[in-house]
C-alpha cells in the first residue's frame, strides 16, 4: 500500500466498501468497453491493512493513505487519472458523507479533469457535493426509497430494473450522442436500424424527457436514452 504508481488514463476507487461491493463495481465496469478489462484500477483506502487475495487476482493496485492529502493523491497518480469513484467507507454513518465531500474537494481541486462519481448517503449532502464539483452524485438512499415505493405500486420492477442496470445480463440502458440535429423521430429510426430502442431524450440543460413527441427536436449536445444489447458511440 506504499507504492507510487505512474499510470495514466486509469481508474480511481476511493474507500474500501468491502469486499463483495468492490467486485460487483468492477465486474459491471469490466462488461462495458467504456472500462473493460484493460483499464488499470487503483484502490485508495486508510484502514485496510491489506489488500485483498481477490482483488490482487484481479491486477488491483493499491495505495494505503489519507485520500484527502495531496501526497495519497499523487501516489494514485490521480492528475493522469480517467475516472474518480468515492464510496461510502460506512453506509450506516451519515458521516462517511463528511469524508466523501472532502475527497471531493481534493481531487477537484487540482484535476477537474477527472470524471468523479460519488456515492453519498444523506441527500442533503448532494448540494455539497455538488458545489465541490463532482461530475455525477449518486445518493443511496433516495434510489432505496425509489425502488421500495415502486416495488410497492408495480410488483416486479425491481426484476426489470435490475436487468436493465447490469451489464452481465439482458439489455441495458444507454446515454447515446448525436451527431446532429434532427427530430426524435428521426433518431428513434436510426436508433432502431442498430438494434437499440429510444425512449427518451437526455438534454444539455440536465433535464431527461421521456418518450417525447416524435417531432421533437434534439439539438446538438443532447443524448439519446436508449435501451440496446451493447454501447453505441453514436447516431
Keep these: 500500500g506504499m507504492s507510487t504508481f505512474k499510470l495514466s488514463d486509469h481508474l480511481v476507487i476511493f474507500n474500501f466498501a468491502g469486499l463483495a461491493k468492490v467486485e460487483r463495481i468492477l465486474l459491471e465496469l ?25 482483488l490482487q487476482k484481479r491486477g488491483v493496485h493499491y495505495v494505503r493513505g489519507n485520500p484527502t492529502r495531496d501526497e495519497t493523491l499523487q501516489r494514485a497518480a490521480i492528475d493522469q487519472a480517467l475516472h474518480a469513484v468515492i464510496l461510502t467507507r460506512d453506509p450506516t454513518d451519515p458521516a462517511s458523507d463528511n469524508l466523501n465531500v472532502t475527497i471531493a474537494l481534493a481531487i477537484e481541486g487540482r484535476c477537474k479533469q477527472v470524471n468523479t462519481v460519488v456515492e453519498c448517503i444523506d441527500p442533503a449532502s448532494e448540494e455539497l457535493l455538488r458545489k465541490a464539483g463532482c461530475d455525477r452524485i449518486v445518493c443511496t438512499s433516495r434510489f432505496d426509497a425509489h425502488f421500495l415505493s415502486q416495488e410497492l405500486l408495480n410488483p416486479g420492477v425491481q426484476e426489470v430494473l435490475g436487468d436493465l442496470l447490469s451489464s452481465g445480463q439482458g ?44 417531432a421533437e427536436q434534439v439539438t446538438v449536445g443532447c443524448r439519446l436514452v436508449t435501451i440496446g444489447p451493447s454501447r453505441l458511440d453514436g447516431v
Excluded at 473493460?36 to 484502490?43: A, E, F, K, R
Excluded at 440502458?173 to 432502431?192: D, H, M, Q, W
Design 30 to 54: 469490466a462488461l462495458d468497453k467504456a472500462v473493460g478489462t484493460s483499464m488499470p484500477v487503483i484502490l485508495v483506502d486508510e484502514q485496510l491493512d491489506e489488500l485483498p487475495a481477490e
Design 171 to 214: 439489455q441495458q440502458i444507454y446515454l447515446v450522442p448525436v451527431s446532429g440535429a434532427g427530430t426524435f423521430e428521426n433518431f428513434a429510426i436510426r436508433c432502431k436500424q442498430l438494434g437499440h430502442l429510444a425512449l427518451g431524450i437526455s438534454c444539455t440543460d440536465g433535464k431527461v424527457r421521456m418518450n417525447p413527441a416524435g
